[in-house]
């Protein structure tokens, strides 16, 4: 298992920031990587496979290439299940789930296709385990197989992670529609908050909600391994060697940074609903970074700085329908969800007018990174920004917007739109 082929999928637009990161894990040569639109594919060994599922942020699965192929129909995709030594990675005890995604496939049944792979893997060890199959299992598999399909090639993989990796195992209190932890780790990979050799500016997420932004940075800043509190598929595997595991652990727990006592907070949240400030609060003590963090409530259109000499403010801003009436925290029946929620309406476009006001108020010499689909931001907050990351939420087009900010005006010098994108 030395001679792998991983692909690390991950939100378009991510991808620049994967590549290093996973260089900066395994210690591989940047000849072992190639960039793909979606994900990062790279040649190395099942032991690698597991420190990347331990310790990356920002991917959100690591996949095993097993097979490529051309096809034409869906006898095809049989053969080529077919013929992949399954029996080498798990056994028939094993319960498994095969799922198909497609980029113009000439199949007209997705459904149908991903029948064929699973009768394939079933018909293998049929043959190699005395008639024994494994089951199916569509909730919760202990293998996941993925079947990639464009026009006329098919890619087999199996998943090493099991659940997704965005799943660090501390969230369990949120709000609506929270940010994913993977997609925060790339808001604050794209700042280069943490990718110096400097000491770490304070960082505020003004929105935080239940907290994800400040605690996925506080724990790079205390270098917790984002994987450390959760099980991986790949512990079922055949070529899984327990001690190896519990190596790679210890070594990770090892190489925790505590802060001293008495030491001052150095990330920051606020939330204009005490509910979510609770909500932040409880998930940062199950992630190992309370004593590193302080959340206060308080609305965005009011909260001054959290400490002086500026700093990072990393915020994503809810985005949709109006689902609440913006207020000061604590306040009226809207105040549960807040200003945060106003993006996307005519109340919403004054509330970024008020909160940029606020901002280049009170602000001076924090630089502020907004992740948003509104590709007009800029405008209704009246700044010019000095970079736009393209991201993607999901199935939403997004741009990571920065702005510089001096005392009620632009920041002297402040650049056209960066070249992160060459249209838009």
Known sequence: MNQLTLFLPCAAGVEEYLAPEILQITGLPPGCITKQRGGV????????????????????????????????SEQDLYRAGLQVPWEQWFTP?????????????PLTSLNFAALKVKDAVCDRFREVANGVRPDVNTQWPDVRIYAHLT???????????????????????????????TLAAAMIAASGWASGDDDLMPLYDPCCGSGTVAIEAAQIACNIAAGSLRRFAFEKYRPFRSQEWADMKAEAAANVVKPEPGQTALIY?????????????????????ADVIEFRGGDALQRMPPIEGGGVMVLNPPYGERIGIGGVAGEGEGARFGAR????????????????????????????????????????????????????????ECRLFKFDMVKGRLAKGAAPAAADETND
């Open 41 to 72: 594919a790279v040649r190395t060994s099942f032991a690698h496979a597991m420190l990347l599922n331990l310790y990356s942020r920002l991917s959100q699965r690591v996949l095993v290439l097993v097979s490529y192929t051309e096809y034409r």
């Open 93 to 105: 005890k094993e319960s498994i789930k095969v799922e198909v995604t497609a980029q113009h496939s």
């Open 151 to 181: 026009t006329d090639s098919c890619s087999l993989y199996i998943d090493t992670s099991g659940e997704p990796l965005f799943k660090r195992g501390w969230r369990e209190d949120k709000g609506d529609a929270p940010l994913k932890e």
């Open 269 to 289: 949240g606020s939330d204009v609903s005490h509910r979510m400030v609770d909500f932040a609060q409880r998930n940062a003590q199950r992630a190992g970074v």
């Open 341 to 396: 929620e106003l993006a996307q309406t005519d109340e919403g476009v004054d509330f970024f007018n008020q909160l940029a006001s606020h901002w280049k108020k009170n602000y001076s010499g924090w630089t502020a990174w907004v992740l948003t689909p509104d590709l007009k931001l800029p405008s209704k907050m009246r700044l010019k920004e000095s970079r736009r990351v393209p991201m993607w939420n999901g199935p939403l």
